[in-house]
């Protein structure tokens, strides 16, 4: 119970919200502020999925600009994309996008997914998560910060 | 235990089949439409009774020294409706069972006479009727659940159900003697009038047999061990018989010797009822929650459901030793009620289940899947027997189960402390037989139904022929009426609980209306209200959920999400072993499963493994813990008493002599 | 039956239906601020239900009716529930229908749709949830049934409009020993069936240690809202009926005026928002239990339960 008095002593540790950015494309549905997220690791470091965890932390806190990570591909709007892909992850891949109903869209976090990143050249490596399913917003960085996921984030909730 | 049944319909079973294709007479039409006819006889009988006048038969030549007495008031009345009833809808069903299964010449003439000698029992007016007539009926339930006899398995629980027939006849016949001879004549109406002379000594003998005996016969525990050997080894529309009406003359039995004639007796009598029905109950209830064989779960769930018809028997001599009628009134309606949708929806159980084993040759669930398509009506069938069988609301049990709960908890508070300690408990007793019970249907239905076949044979499975269609459909109407509509049933409720004084007194029972009202207490349901209102709010919650359709992409049919894996083989659903393991993970000191796990490695690695073998047996443990025991303490006697059989004639003349003397000696 | 009454019962159904999701929303946010964050707000809930309305339905193959008609049942006994249980008024038009005992059969009903729905998806995980919950519903219904025996033993009767009236007109015996262990008992049996901490975690991605997700794990879409919602409508239709059970003032009578319906109106909806936040606040400083200790919890309140009812007996005395 010595937690009540940390909770009351530590408070609220959530940085304040920057200003909104522009709108990136308009939101699945059309419905703003609602957005579920599947992730999927097609071949990461797990650099981008730290940083992804970090964003949805009290610190920097995704869920109040409506974004939620969710656990299976049918109840999501959105495919969060990591890694360059793999020979393994590249059928998961597709599957994992056909099980999301539409309207839906793909968001490539980090350079790997985007352009390849350090691994362009590896034996095990597809290509990009654009050369397997066309990706709709991008989030360049190696990995990138979580204002940088949010602010993207944010650009597809509209909040 | 899990048995897999291997019956091609294809071959002639027990060499009839070229004989049959010469024979003109259409065999099982002919056995089928006697035996509808029989039970059309029975149900109007029943009911010319019930609503008219007790009727009598007198035949004295017909049995030496006694003759036969058939005296029919409305709580025999009662029963041979309800056992009329399953059987115009099994006769029905056994015309398409017959033919699809070739049953041979021997079953086909003794199904009807089981329905007579059922229809007998409670019609008999005297105990030596009594008395023949349940031999009659043990007689030919023998012969059926031997059908398939060429089977192992199937000559085993034939002995086994024979010894446990005679075994409880034995109980009964002592009961029944003792019950003359004090009574003072053969007839019920001679004992009735001279019931009043018996002294406590002998009417505790009675009661105590006649629970062992009936109990036997009803399938409660201990001596329960071999419904659930017979009743899945029998040919389905002889199970459904056996535990549709069969067991039901157990009950009879009780209620006619102990309710009707020697009530109320002591508290104890009350509590020992009581304690056979929640024992009988609880126990039922989790071996059907963990059983993989789906008429060996069938059966159990009869032993549970005639656990709680005696506890609410139980109750009402209970609540009526301790001065409370009204109650016992409400209590005793709900054993009733409880008994007649039993029927009902165990009828409907079993001849689905009979379906799709003609239909797969299968009655392991962990094999079976994937029906909902292939065999669409046999599903539902099912699926209203599940309902009814759970005791949900819109089931064939709930509003039975209802009025037991009703009677339980309005025990006066100003009762003894023995009632006080016994409610509670028995209401926990039937909550966790409600919840188990749901558990075990759900893993039937949703197991043995849905999602996708686990083996070729469900995946070859086609829908039954009309017959069976349509006396699946007579049973399923019957449910639908207990669910929605008992109302139809509270002026045959009320006449039974007429001829019964003694438990009760003169309390009218509840109101069975469109609102179900008890009467003295405060209580009241509705179930045909209820349902109407449920259709409005699903009704509601589907118009609920059109909101936004206009912004909707199309429709569509995609495959199932793997977790990313390409495809989903049916082997990777979840069995009725693995619905049912937290269950028996939970009651595992009760269960006492014998587990086997086999891990075969790689001979090149001892880190990878090429199979996992598991292997569960699930035994009886009253069977393991009690029976074998008494069986070879009874073993051993028989060796000692093996000694005196020597083979010499003169010595055996000498022990009839001996024997001889011995009785006239007594008679004298 | 006046006009007033029926009005009252249908606004209990209006108002769980728009109040679940904030409900549900609220206690997020209480989850939210004590660990520090900001949070979604209490409309976010809301705002996921009309986003699922608006997105493809979905049929996978291989399943039957029982999938595509599940989410309706929960939805539609939950709304039953939540016209016959006294929340605004007692004298509900349903009230002779169905009492406590009835309510828990509704419960069940939907209980039992969304584990075969989940039998029927034919995958692993749906099958694994469906066996979990329908262990835990077996054997949280003993306790249910006796804390119901307990709850009618003053009013002598398990109407539920006998049982609140009963409560309200003799305050004192909410501080009996019966009572008290009742609403324990009541309260670690809502946890267990809404699937709330310490039994089963609402927000786990963690399919091995799901209950109810890993049932709806398949669904999308229209249904899928349905199911969110029917679950946001049973946690608040259970609160608001141990929030009556328990602390019925406030609540208008059989024949209400108008004045009394909104005064019952608004006293139901301070008593849900404390007892929903309350339970927030609860799972903040407990994580979930094993699967195989649950049992071992269910069994305790089991005992309270009984406990309860023996003290009814013995210690209370009934009135009416």
Redesign the interface.
């Known amino acids: 119970m010595s937690w009540i008095g940390k909770i009351g002593r530590v408070g609220r540790i959530v940085e304040p919200a920057p200003d909104a950015p522009e709108a990136a494309i308009v939101p699945p ?2 419905v703003t502020g609602s957005l579920q997220l599947r992730h999927v690791d097609c071949g990461s470091c797990n650099g981008c999925e730290l940083e992804i965890t970090s964003a949805f932390s009290p610190v920097y806190d995704a869920e109040r600009f409506g974004a939620r990570l969710v656990a ?3 109840h999501a709007d959105a495919l969060l994309a990591t890694g360059v892909v793999t020979h393994n992850m590249r ?2 891949l597709l ?2 996008l ?2 999301i ?3 839906r869209i793909v968001i490539a976090v980090g350079d790997c997914a985007v352009n390849g990143g350090v691994f362009t050249k590896g034996y095990g490596v597809v290509g990009t998560v654009g050369d397997v399913v066309p990706v709709d917003v991008e989030i360049p960085g190696c990995p990138p910060t979580p204002q940088q996921i949010i602010t993207a984030l944010r650009s597809v909730t509209g909040r | 235990m899990t048995t897999t049944i291997d019956a091609s319909p294809a071959a002639p079973a027990l060499g009839e089949g070229p004989r049959a294709a010469r024979r003109s007479i259409d065999g099982p039409a002919l056995s089928g439409g006697l035996t509808a006819i029989l039970g059309a006889i029975g149900l109007a009988l029943g009911l010319s009774v019930i609503f008219g006048e007790p009727r009598q038969l007198r035949i004295g030549w017909l049995l030496p020294l006694v003759g036969v007495r058939l005296d029919l008031d409305p709580l025999g009345g009662v029963f041979v409706a309800a056992t009329g009833a399953v059987a115009i809808a099994v006769g029905i069903y056994a015309v398409g069972y017959a033919r699809r299964e070739h049953w041979a010449r021997f079953p086909l003439v003794t199904l009807p006479l089981f329905v007579a000698g059922m229809l007998l029992v409670p019609a008999a007016g005297s105990v030596t009727t009594f008395l023949l007539a349940w031999e009659l009926m043990a007689a030919t339930s023998l012969i059926l659940v031997l059908s398939e006899h060429r089977r192992k398995e199937v000559r085993c629980a034939g002995v086994f159900y024979a010894v446990m027939t005679q075994l409880g006849f034995v109980f009964i016949l002592i009961a029944l003697v003792v019950l003359s001879a004090a009574g003072g004549g053969d007839a019920f109406t001679t004992i009735e009038a001279n019931v009043d002379n018996l002294t406590q000594g002998p009417r505790n003998a009675i009661f105590l047999l006649t629970v062992l005996g009936f109990g036997s016969k009803a399938g409660l525990l201990p001596l329960h061990a071999w419904l659930p050997k017979a009743h899945p080894e029998a040919p389905s529309p002889v199970s459904a018989l056996m535990s549709a009406a069969m067991v039901n003359m157990g009950i009879y039995g009780i209620i006619r010797i102990d309710l009707q004639l020697l009530a109320p007796g002591p508290h104890w009598w009350g509590l020992t009822l009581m304690i056979f029905g929640a024992v009988s109950a609880v126990f039922g209830v989790l071996q059907a ?1 963990v059983a993989t064989d789906l008429k060996q779960l069938l059966a159990y769930s009869t032993t549970e459901n005639m656990g709680l018809i005696t506890l609410a028997l139980g109750a009402a001599t209970l609540l009526t030793s301790s001065g409370a009628p009204t109650v016992a009134a409400i209590a005793l309606t709900a054993a009733l009620l409880h008994l007649l949708s039993h029927a009902a929806f165990k009828t409907l159980g079993f001849l689905a289940a009979g379906s799709v084993l003609a239909a797969t040759g299968l009655r392991d669930l962990d094999k079976l899947g ?1 029906l ?2 292939r065999m669409p009506v046999t599903t539902v069938m099912f699926g209203i027997a599940a309902l009814g069988a ?5 089931g064939a049990g ?1 509003v039975s189960e ?1 009025l037991l ?2 009677s ?3 025990a006066p ?1 100003d009762s003894i402390t023995l009632v ?2 016994a409610m ?2 028995s ?2 007793a ?3 037989t ?3 019970g ?2 075990a249907m ?2 039937a ?3 043995g139904f ?3 076949p686990r083996s070729a044979a469900a995946e070859a499975a086609r829908e039954a022929p009309k017959s069976m269609l349509a006396g699946m459909t007579l049973a399923a109407a019957a449910c639908v009426v207990f669910a929605i509509a008992p109302v139809l049933l509270s002026p045959t409720l009320q006449r039974v609980l007429a001829v019964l004084p003694r438990v009760g007194g003169d309390s009218a029972g509840p109101q069975i209306e469109t ?1 179900l009202r008890l009467p003295g ?6 179930p045909g ?2 349902a109407a ?2 259709v409005i ?6 118009a ?5 359709r206009r ?16 495809s ?1 083989s ?1 082997r ?3 069995t009725a072993t ?6 028996q ?2 009651f595992d000191d009760i269960l006492r499963p014998d587990t086997n796990v086999e891990v075969t490695h790689f001979a090149e690695s001892q880190y990878l493994v090429e199979r996992v073998s598991y292997r569960t047996l699930m035994a009886d443990p009253v069977e393991q813990r009690f029976y074998t025991p008494v069986v070879q303490a009874v073993t051993s006697w028989a060796q000692l008493v093996r000694r005196a059989h020597t083979g010499s004639v003169h010595l055996y003349l000498a022990y009839g002599a001996a024997g001889l003397l011995i009785v006239l000696l007594v008679a004298r | 039956m006046s006009a007033l009454a029926v009005a009252a019962a249908a606004l209990q159904v209006v108002g769980v ?1 728009a109040g679940a999701p904030l409900v549900v929303g609220g206690m997020r946010q209480v989850r939210a601020r004590l660990e520090g964050r900001a949070g979604g707000g209490i409309g976010q809930p809301w705002r996921d239900l ?1 986003k699922q ?14 999938f595509a ?1 599940a ?3 929960v ?3 939950s ?2 529930i939540a ?1 016959i249980v006294p929340i605004i008024a007692l004298g509900s038009p ?1 009230d ?4 406590l ?2 309510v828990v ?2 419960l ?2 939907g209980t ?1 749709a969304l ?2 729905a989940g ?10 949830g ?3 919950e ?2 835990i ?10 804390a ?2 307990a709850l ?2 003053p ?5 539920l409009a ?1 049982i609140v009236s009963a409560t309200a007109n003799n305050p004192e015996q909410l501080v009996s020993p019966g009572s008290l262990l009742a609403f324990v008992a009541l309260a670690i049996v809502i946890i267990a069936e809404t699937g709330r901490l310490p039994v089963d975690n609402p927000s786990t991605h963690l399919e091995l240690t799901m209950i109810h997700e890993a049932m709806v ?2 669904y999308a ?3 899928l ?2 199911v969110e ?2 679950s946001s409508m049973r946690l608040t239709v259970l609160l608001a009926l141990v929030a009556n059970l328990f602390f019925p003032w406030g609540i208008a009578g059989a024949d209400p005026s108008l004045l009394a319906v909104l005064i019952g109106l608004a006293s139901i909806a301070v008593k849900v928002v404390v007892l929903a936040g309350l339970l927030a606040a609860g799972e903040v400083f407990i994580a979930k239990l094993r ?2 200790r649950v ?1 071992e919890l269910l069994a305790g309140s ?1 005992l309270l339960a ?1 406990l309860a ?2 003290a009814s ?2 210690l209370g ?2 009135t009416s």
């Open positions: 549905t059309g299976s591909p049918r059928q998961p599957n994992t056909k099980a109903p539409e309207p | 929650s994937g909902a398509r759970s005791g949900l609301p819109l709930f209802w709960l009703q339980l908890i309005h508070h006080a300690l509670p408990l209401v926990g039937v909550a966790l409600t919840g188990l749901i558990a759900v893993k239905f949703g197991v849905l999602a996708r609102i207490v405060a209580g009241s349901i509705s209200l209820l209102a449920l709010a699903i009704l509601l919650a589907l609920l959920a059109r909101w936004g912004h909707r992409p199309p429709v569509a049919v995609t495959p199932l999400w793997a977790s990313g894996a390409d989903l049916p990777m659903q979840y693995s619905f049912a393991e937290p269950l993970r939970v | 239906l009309r309305l608006r997105k493809q339905q979905i049929t996978p193959r291989g399943t039957t009716v029982v008609l989410p309706a049942v939805a539609g006994s709304l039953l016209a349903l002779s229908v169905a009492d005992f009835g059969g509704l069940f009903l039992v584990t075969l039998i029927d998806t034919g995958t692993a995980f749906g099958g694994m469906s066996s979990r329908i262990t519903a077996a054997l949280v219904e003993p306790t249910i049934l006796l119901i025996f009618s033993v009013g002598q009767s398990a109407n006998a794990l398949e879409g229209p249904k809202a349905l919602w029917a699967l195989f049992p089991f009984l009812v023996t007996y013995f005395t009934p």
